[in-house]
């Protein structure tokens, strides 16, 4: 049990007033009012968070695929990326696949697709998960003999997973080097069909991650931390202070009634003279933007409501 000395409440913009920019930020503190004696310790317990999501959900996190084909007996691997937009439906994904796997076929073997749409795709039910599977058929060129569709790891870092299989319901390769298949794809003489193994989804970002440089005694696993070097089944010290659901035009978390159950870290640091916070995906890869501007004009700002208690140690 620990009995608490004093509570005081810090209330966090990051659209001014901070070092940084709107999603990587510090702020200093006064270091009188944030020492604690040695057998004192500060808790930190998110009250709120608020933020705009204003970024699309097809974006630099999940919008990297590899077509690997065979044309007239040469070998291509072309990294191809879908459209950053948010899609009303999974019929619109679907197409903007189609369409970017059809040009690259197009582009490569030199001869038009033999289809007046260049591909066609199957209808969807979206409420019966099994319809809610990529379809697409269409006719290639003979010089096509092999065709695949793979999903890496971010390009130039291996640890780093890109989210693009999550949307086309693919499977991923573990390292840049696998083959394992993205899709179920056959190539029978010039008909090629392209299927996913699982359901589609529209968006593979569910919560806006808020992190601290605080030393805590909370703790995660790998997948909370892709830069580990490898992903090892033991936990690793977090530096997660919160997450917070996202909606249509914003993330937000709001536990203003907590009596200290919601998401708190006690801090082993006896002293503090700044505190230093990012806003990230699940993975530790920062949130999307649209230009380097938008983080430091633009609003991707966070609104923070934190309650520090000093607590003495029993």
Same mark, same amino acid.
């Given at each position: 049990?620990?009995d608490?000395i004093?509570?005081?409440?810090?209330y966090?913009d990051?659209s001014?007033?901070?070092?940084g920019?709107?999603?990587?930020?510090? =702020?200093?503190?006064?270091? #009188?009012?944030?020492?604690?004696?040695?057998?004192?310790y500060?808790?930190f317990?998110?009250?709120s968070?608020?933020?705009?999501?204003?970024?699309?959900?097809?974006?630099?996190?999940n919008?990297?695929f =590899? $077509?690997?084909?065979?044309?007239?007996?040469?070998?291509?691997?072309?990294?191809?990326?879908?459209t950053?937009?948010?899609?009303?439906?999974?019929?619109?994904?679907? *197409?903007?696949?189609?369409?970017k796997?059809?040009?690259?076929?197009l582009?490569?073997?030199g001869?038009?697709?033999?289809?007046?749409?260049?591909?066609t795709r199957?209808?969807?039910?979206v409420?019966?998960?099994n319809?809610?599977?990529?379809?697409?058929?269409?006719t290639?060129?003979?010089?096509?003999?092999?065709l695949?569709?793979?999903?890496?790891?971010?390009?130039?870092?291996?640890?780093?997973l890109? *989210?693009?299989?999550?949307?086309?319901?693919?499977? +991923?390769?573990?390292?840049?080097?696998g083959?394992?298949?993205? $899709?179920?794809?056959? $190539?029978?003489?010039?008909?090629?069909?392209v299927?996913?193994?699982?359901?589609?989804?529209?968006t593979?970002?569910? #919560?806006?991650?808020?992190?601290?440089?605080?030393?805590?005694d909370?703790?995660?696993n790998?997948h909370?931390?892709?830069?580990a070097?490898?992903?090892?089944?033991?936990?690793?010290?977090?530096?997660?202070?919160?997450?917070?659901?996202?909606? *249509?035009?914003?993330?937000?978390? *709001?536990? &203003?009634?907590?009596?200290?159950t919601?998401?708190?870290v006690?801090?082993?640091q006896k002293? $503090?003279?700044?505190?230093?916070?990012?806003?990230?995906?699940?993975?530790?890869?920062p949130?999307?933007?649209?230009?380097?501007?938008?983080?430091?004009?633009g609003?991707?700002?966070?609104?923070? +409501? +934190?309650? &520090?208690d000093v607590?003495r140690?029993q």
């Amino acid at each position: 049990m620990s009995d608490v000395i004093y509570t005081r409440n810090l209330y966090l913009d990051s659209s001014s007033g901070v070092k940084g920019n709107g999603r990587d930020f510090e =702020v200093y503190v006064p270091s #009188h009012g944030f020492t604690v004696k040695e057998n004192e310790y500060m808790r930190f317990t998110i009250q709120s968070m608020l933020g705009y999501k204003n970024w699309t959900n097809i974006n630099e996190t999940n919008d990297r695929f =590899v $077509l690997k084909m065979t044309v007239n007996g040469v070998q291509y691997s072309d990294a191809l990326t879908l459209t950053h937009t948010n899609h009303p439906n999974i019929e619109t994904l679907a *197409d903007d696949f189609g369409n970017k796997i059809t040009a690259q076929i197009l582009a490569r073997a030199g001869a038009a697709v033999q289809n007046a749409q260049n591909f066609t795709r199957s209808e969807y039910d979206v409420d019966n998960p099994n319809d809610k599977k990529l379809n697409l058929s269409m006719t290639v060129p003979a010089s096509v003999t092999a065709l695949d569709v793979l999903f890496y790891r971010v390009a130039g870092n291996v640890n780093n997973l890109h *989210d693009t299989h999550t949307l086309l319901g693919g499977r +991923v390769n573990e390292t840049a080097a696998g083959n394992t298949s993205g $899709l179920n794809i056959a $190539l029978n003489g010039q008909a090629l069909t392209v299927a996913s193994f699982y359901p589609m989804q529209r968006t593979s970002m569910t #919560h806006v991650y808020l992190r601290s440089s605080l030393i805590t005694d909370n703790y995660q696993n790998h997948h909370f931390d892709m830069g580990a070097a490898k992903h090892d089944n033991y936990l690793i010290q977090s530096t997660v202070l919160c997450k917070a659901p996202i909606h *249509d035009d914003f993330f937000s978390y *709001d536990d &203003m009634n907590s009596s200290g159950t919601g998401f708190l870290v006690n801090a082993q640091q006896k002293s $503090l003279t700044y505190m230093q916070f990012s806003l990230t995906t699940d993975k530790d890869l920062p949130l999307p933007i649209s230009d380097n501007q938008q983080p430091v004009s633009g609003n991707t700002s966070v609104q923070i +409501v +934190v309650r &520090m208690d000093v607590l003495r140690a029993q």
